[in-house]
């Protein structure tokens, strides 16, 4: 199942999402010069369809994709995925390490539309805590 999650940038809303860990191929150590690419994120282009079927679909017409840099606990091989995030003991160790994940950035009245819609996503489609 897919998670997804968003954050405000600005007055836009970044909206964006994580294939289950068991859909992506295992995170490699490739090693850039700026932050990594998240290595189980959804593409921008595949957020459209999910984020279609919710309310009006504004949200799918009219998002701007693009990269967001996020801080996300994890170690150097990957971001800790958000359900295991979730199920972490309280306390538990972990390191913020930047990644860029590609996201849909939607003006305010579209992230209103949206947001008035979470309580009921589309089959596959689960949303994080930072948008409920």
């Not at 932050?35 to 959804?42: D, E, G, S």
């Not at 919710?54 to 995925?81: F, I, Q, V, W």
């Not at 209103?112 to 409920?132: F, I, Q």
């Amino acid at each position: 199942m897919r998670v997804l999650h968003g954050v405000w940038v600005g007055d836009a809303l970044a909206v964006w999402g994580e294939e289950p860990r068991s859909a992506t191929a295992p995170p490699g150590r490739e090693r850039t010069d700026g932050p990594r690419r998240h290595p189980f994120a959804v593409a921008a282009a595949d957020l459209r369809e999910p984020l279609g079927a919710l309310g009006d679909g504004r949200a799918a017409a009219e998002g701007t994709a693009d990269d967001l840099l996020l801080a996300l606990p994890g170690d150097d091989r990957a971001p800790s995925h958000s359900v295991e995030a979730a199920d972490a003991p309280e306390g538990a160790p972990g390191r913020l390490l930047p990644w860029r994940v590609p996201a849909l950035f939607l003006s305010t009245r579209t992230a209103e539309s949206l947001l008035a819609t979470l309580d009921t996503p589309p089959d596959g489609l689960s949303v994080g805590p930072a948008l409920v």
